[in-house]
């Protein structure tokens, strides 16, 4: 099957000073369409930092990435911003949510730099809140939800584009084991839905759900 992500041996380094970090080293991985994902790996491996190429969040000093077959690292910041506006969903370990906006405004987000007509937001946003089963909190602001609850409403604001990718750095690292597991019962759920999902985690009962593990060390696929 074709290829829905290609990384051909990408390396990233970063300017500290006058010295260097390299933070990835001739990574070269394949996922297709529909799959599933664990990154694991110790501390400063590079885990994030994959993450974020993957999710065109950064560009990679080195190698090729292709999403769909397309060369997408040396496209001007306008057009990656699109591409991941459509096409990707992220979730972070600290959720992101704005403190000031309900939970139906802060999964509304994606769309306002989206090509989403604006008719049709009230009802993706009620899909993705019933998804994740928060459409009870809809008008409850961020400091008012548990910490399973701020993330599955970090999961629907993810979804609301229907993007192909989720990708998920340590979506359960700041919730207790049984929380956790909930967490990770709606990511896996919208994977067996047919989404490729992409979860960096220190979490072994997380990755074990995966289809493939990945594992990094100093930059590099073990
Ligand atoms: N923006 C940055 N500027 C400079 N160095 C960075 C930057 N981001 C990451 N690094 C460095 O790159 C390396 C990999 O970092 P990364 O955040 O990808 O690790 P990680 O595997 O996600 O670690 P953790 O499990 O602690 O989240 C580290 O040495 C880190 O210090
Ligand atoms: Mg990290």
């Known amino acids: 099957m074709a290829s829905l992500v290609e990384l051909k041996s990408v390396g990233k380094a970063f300017p500290r000073g006058a010295v260097e970090v390299t933070a990835l080293r001739e990574v070269s991985l394949s996922i297709t369409a529909g799959e599933s994902v664990a990154v694991m790996g110790p501390s400063g491996s590079g885990k994030s930092t994959l993450l974020g190429i993957l999710g065109c969040l950064d560009r990679p000093t080195r190698g090729q990435y292709l999403l769909e077959g397309r060369e997408v690292s040396s496209l001007p910041d306008a057009q990656l911003s699109a591409l991941r506006n459509r ?13 000031q906006l309900t939970v139906a405004e802060n999964v509304e987000t994606p769309l306002l730099y989206g090509e989403v007509p604006e008719r049709e937001w009230a ?83 997380l990755a074990g759900r995966a289809q493939r593990l990945v594992r990094l060390r100093d930059g590099r696929i073990e």
């Open 87 to 99: 096409r990707i969903g992220f979730v972070f370990q600290s959720f992101h949510l704005i403190p």
């Open 123 to 205: 009802d993706r946003v009620r899909a993705c809140l019933e998804k994740v089963g928060l459409d009870h909190r809809s008008s409850h602001r961020p400091s008012e939800l548990s910490g399973g609850e701020a993330q599955r409403a970090a999961i629907a604001r993810a979804l609301v584009t229907e993007p192909q990718i989720l990708l998920a750095d340590e979506p359960t690292g700041n919730l207790d084991t049984a929380t956790g597991e909930e967490v990770a019962d709606v990511l896996w759920g919208l994977h067996r839905e047919g989404r490729t999902v992409v979860v960096v985690t220190h979490n072994e009962s």
